[in-house]
Nanobody, 123 residues
């Protein structure tokens, strides 16, 4: 089993920044992938970004590319999502999730999920 604990959400004005953290514990593998997803009220869950543990390769959705950066602290088994130049449309509950092997935008590839953290961007 893999346990994921997220933190770092909050309220920020448009143009501001937030950093989300996702700490992983339990059974992990060198080829695992951490993804970030978000879900706004009334909308489907949306892929945001992913990083592969073994080589640090990353993958971003077009909606956040250039504004969001995913990074790792292997010593702490923690991944971060740095969100800059936030927009009101970034408002959502953000989830981290763990899967294995490929960098995927499909939620089905990630069997383990965190509890979610709310990000609200005011205009």
């Amino acid at each position: 089993q893999v346990q994921l604990v997220e933190s770092g959400g909050g309220l920020v004005q448009a143009g501001g920044s937030l950093r989300l953290s996702c700490a992983a514990s339990g059974r992990t593998f060198s080829n695992y992938v951490m993804g970030w997803f978000r879900q706004a009220p009334g909308k489907e869950r949306e892929f945001v970004a992913a990083i592969r543990w073994s080589d640090g390769n990353t993958y971003y959705s077009d909606s956040v590319k250039g504004r969001f950066t995913i990074s790792s602290d292997n010593a702490k088994n923690t991944r971060y999502l740095q969100m800059n130049t936030l927009k009101p449309e970034d408002t959502a509950v953000y989830y981290c999730a763990v899967g294995w092997g490929i960098l995927s935008a499909s939620a089905e590839q990630y069997p383990y999920w965190g509890q979610g953290t709310q990000v609200t961007v005011s205009s």
